[in-house]
């Protein structure tokens, strides 16, 4: 049976803590090595991984290029005007096409509903990327970081502040699985998805919602942010100034826990989501973070591989 990376709801809190620890693993053996070398025991070698963009991408398309070089495989990289899908070819014929030619895929894409109708065509690995829905590949980066720094998540509150979007609705799909408590510090207008948060509360998870953001900060642990405009929305200005008191700044930073750490998934807007002192300071974590989008990467690929 073919094994896909889509949501993280689709996969077993074990497996989900298997990846981290494998991450870290791999992490800690390279030590000493250059970015480019291949890992002494590379778990794919001679895979083939065709990457799909729809959207602009640093990190995904980086990191997911290099986990699989240092995997011992390797990748083609698309865009959708690269390929037929440009010119009307539907998604089904694409998928069966290109599980004749690659072993994997890794979609990075606007419309949730692209990335499943590929996955229910495909006969190999697909891999979310990013949709319009979520962003799990992100969030094990991020649970990463913190359980580098931290230690057992099941301890800590974390706290989302600004736009609930896909990156939110991710960390609600893992509250259940990982244990820690979330509280979504979001304005009426830009509320987190309410299947979400009815998924992460009927699962279990501590789960609170307000429109304050100092309240969703009192006490977390860790207090994370996202662009308040992203590649698409077309109301740039009303989003601005609707979010704009949902800034993660100095003041804000001083209602959570003291040794308190920021996270931003980047690209980051200093003076609009962030403020600089927060995102350059002591506290944040954010290129951590980002490093740790390729170790989990390569943990997401054996994963879906059956190497882990």
Not at 266 to 282: F, K, M, T
């Amino acid at each position: 049976m073919t094994k896909n990376f889509i949501d993280i709801t689709d996969v077993s809190a074990t497996d989900l803590q298997a990846i981290i620890a494998d991450a870290i693993g791999m992490k800690t053996a390279r030590t000493g090595l250059s970015k480019g070398a291949i890992d002494p025991d590379p778990a794919l070698s001679g895979i083939m991984l065709a990457m799909i963009f729809e959207k602009s991408s640093t990190r995904t398309r980086i990191s997911f290029d290099m986990a699989i070089r240092q995997l011992g495989g390797s990748s083609m990289i698309l865009s959708t005007a690269d390929m037929q899908l440009g010119r009307g070819e539907t998604v089904a014929d694409t998928a069966k096409v290109l599980s004749r030619y690659v072993d994997g895929v890794m979609i990075r894409c606007n419309a949730h509903e692209t990335l499943l109708e590929l996955t229910s065509h495909a006969d190999i690995p697909v891999i979310n990327g990013l949709t319009d829905r979520s962003h799990p590949c992100q969030i094990l980066a991020d649970l990463m970081t913190l359980q580098e720094h931290k230690g057992d998540l099941s301890h800590l509150k974390l706290a989302w502040v600004g736009d609930g979007n896909n990156v939110a609705s991710s960390f609600l799909h893992a509250a259940p699985k990982f244990g820690f408590s979330l509280s979504l510090g979001c304005p009426e207008e830009f509320a987190a998805n309410q299947d979400d948060i009815d998924y992460a509360i009927n699962a279990g998870a501590d789960i609170s919602l307000t429109t304050d953001p100092a309240a969703a900060v009192t006490g977390a642990d860790v207090v994370i942010a996202d662009t308040f405009v992203s590649m698409g929305d077309k109301d740039a200005n009303s989003r601005l100034q609707v979010l704009s008191p949902f800034q993660v700044d100095t003041s804000l930073m001083a209602n959570a826990a003291t040794d308190a750490v920021f996270l931003h998934c980047l690209p980051a807007h200093r003076g609009e989501e962030v403020s600089a002192e927060v995102i350059d300071g002591s506290q944040s974590l954010v290129f951590d973070e980002a490093e740790n989008r390729l170790h989990v990467q390569k943990a997401i690929l054996k994963y879906c591989f059956d190497k882990l």
